[in-house]
């Protein structure tokens, strides 16, 4: 079982930057894939980056390829996604997600965690 927290969340001005975070109490997820996810209200769940196994090959978004990446932190297990020039459209909450393959669609992982609010004011 691994347990996700995602952390980094909360109200920024538009054009500010933010770093989520994602991370498994005790246990390492080196070797899972992540994925980060949205969904902002009365809207469906959208993929927005996913990193592999120990780092290898990441995908992100078109919608938000320019301005946001996926990283992450074996040393530290943790997963990171950050996000910059951040507008009212990326308002949601972020879910963090493991898995055993780099994948876009949710429905790859098996691990998700309870998410972190991204609230973005114009």
């Known amino acids: 079982q691994v347990q996700l927290v995602e952390s980094g969340g909360g109200t920024v001005q538009a054009g500010d930057s933010l770093r989520l975070s994602c991370s498994t109490s005790?246990?390492?997820?080196?070797?899972?894939?992540v994925g980060w996810f949205r969904q902002a209200p009365g809207k469906e769940r959208m993929f927005v980056a996913a990193i592999g196994r120990w780092g290898y090959g990441t995908t992100v978004a078109d919608s938000v390829k320019d301005r946001f990446a996926i990283s992450r932190d074996n040393a530290k297990n943790a997963v990171y996604l950050q996000m910059n020039s951040l507008n009212a459209e990326d308002t949601a909450d972020y879910y963090c997600a493991a898995g055993g393959l780099l994948a876009t669609s949710g429905s790859s992982y098996h691990y998700w965690g309870q998410g972190t609010q991204v609230t973005v004011s114009s």
């Open positions: 005790g246990r390492s997820f080196s070797g899972y894939a």
